[in-house]
């Protein structure tokens, strides 16, 4: 049974695969929107967060990571509240403040995400002040190196964004490039431990109560990683797969295909895991792993051969 949090000015809005989980916590000196979703989202953004706000503005703006499923719909939301404010982590502020989508993850996942400005950054230790509660900034790092938490004492709430699902935590982006950063992903499952929370809302998935559960499966999960590394490595594959095929619902296999072998982290991938093969092999056992899990469908039409997601 899902669990139900119930608190004062916290409005929690689970979305499906594309766009991370928003929350939406209001007072009556400010309204502050966590996260944002994905760009192909944009539109059902901004109509839940009007629908919520009941005509009041949106002030402020949090990403807990720059992934394109968390901060997408920054750019719509700027435009559709010109007097927004929006805080970033700090790793990434130079990059967003040019916009380089290569030092961003758009460019090495082949995502999508508008530009966007930022006014401020989230500084772990600080506090901000949302729905009346205090909320302590802390760094989670592993998933992606400058990702953010937040966590309210009084009721121990975590809000968690994708370094603790009640299944495990997102991929670990960094060892997608041979980065090294397992022991970062077993850090911040630590930190989490360490903090007891009653409550975890992960940028995926629903709210959950079951912390020491989803803590163990995280760890049986990157304990799988470490132990082998191209088991992660496929993975990360697949979900970016996975991810484009979300996006596209159905496309020509040969023009999925060449996208792919151009995507930088799947070239990276494929040259440290299977050089022996050559990149269209490779490509074609992951899509038939997809479509053994019933994730993708295979559609002959007119001669060609496409995807379809599933």
Known sequence: ???ILKIPGLQFFERGWLSANNILLTDANSATLIDSGYVTHQDQTVALIAHALNGRQLDRLVNTHLHSDHCGGNAVLQSQYPDLKTFIPPGEAPAVAVWNESALS????GQLCPRFKFDGL???????QLANLDWQVMAAPGHDPHSVILFEASHKILISADALWANGFGVVFPELEGISAFQEVADTLDLIESLQPEWVIPGHGAIFQDVDLALSNARKK???FVRNSEKHARYGAKVLLKYKLLE?????KSDFMTWA?????????HSMHAPHLQVDEWLDELLLDLERSKALAFKDVSQEKWLVNL
Not at 106 to 109: D, S
């Open 1 to 3: 049974m899902q669990s």
């Open 122 to 128: 989230l500084q772990a230790g600080q506090i901000l």
């Open 261 to 269: 072998a151009n995507i930088r982290y799947i070239q990276a991938l």
């Open 222 to 224: 990157l304990d799988g």
């Open 248 to 252: 596209l619902n159905q496309v020509q």
């Open 106 to 109: 758009y460019e090495p996942t």
